[in-house]
């Protein structure tokens, strides 16, 4: 259903000369994503089928990429490829420890041991969490356990 509306609007969209009244209706699909995303309902398929395609157009708008980084990361879909995507050009734009982590994960999926340890290990310089710096040093000794099993 969420699907459907949003579908709607972005037709609505498309078809609106008006500037103005073009603006209200990308805010009424944003405020509907933004309900979707916060309604227990939107799982990662869904959510890749949204920002998807949107990661590759807006891949220099730093904002843009973190805003997806963190939906996907709260939704647990840190295995997407919107995730993977955003987090490198997020990191191309600005390294991060969260960028770093994303594109490790991304190397680790395509086979690259050594790429994602080289993230990980980056992604623990950048970080100042105590915390997250041991999550992310146990996800590269995970990496790296795997490296070594294969």
């Given at each position: 259903m ?14 609106e000369?008006n500037e ?7 805010g009424?699909k944003?405020?509907?994503?933004a309900?979707?995303v916060?309604s227990?309902t939107?799982d990662?398929e ?6 998807g ?7 220099t708008?730093l904002a843009y ?8 990361k709260?939704m647990r ?7 993977l995507?955003?987090?490198f050009y ?8 969260e960028?770093a982590?994303?594109c ?5 999926k395509?086979?690259d041991?050594d ?7 980056e ?19 995970a ?8």
């Amino acid at each position: 259903m969420a699907i459907a509306i949003r579908a709607s609007v972005t037709v609505s969209i498309a078809a609106e000369t008006n500037e103005a009244k073009k603006k209200g209706l990308l805010g009424i699909k944003d405020n509907l994503v933004a309900l979707f995303v916060n309604s227990g309902t939107a799982d990662c398929e869904s959510l890749q089928g949204i920002y998807g395609p949107k990661v590759e157009a807006n891949q220099t708008d730093l904002a843009y990429l973190k805003k997806v980084i963190d939906i996907m990361k709260m939704m647990r879909c840190t295995e997407s490829e919107a995730y993977l995507q955003a987090s490198f050009y997020a990191y191309k734009i600005e390294p991060t420890a969260e960028a770093a982590t994303g594109c490790a994960y991304q190397a680790f999926k395509k086979g690259d041991i050594d790429g994602a340890v080289k993230f990980f290990d980056e992604a623990i310089q950048l970080e100042t969490d105590n915390v997250k710096k041991a999550e992310k040093a146990y996800a590269a000794a995970a990496v790296l356990e795997i490296g070594r099993a294969h």
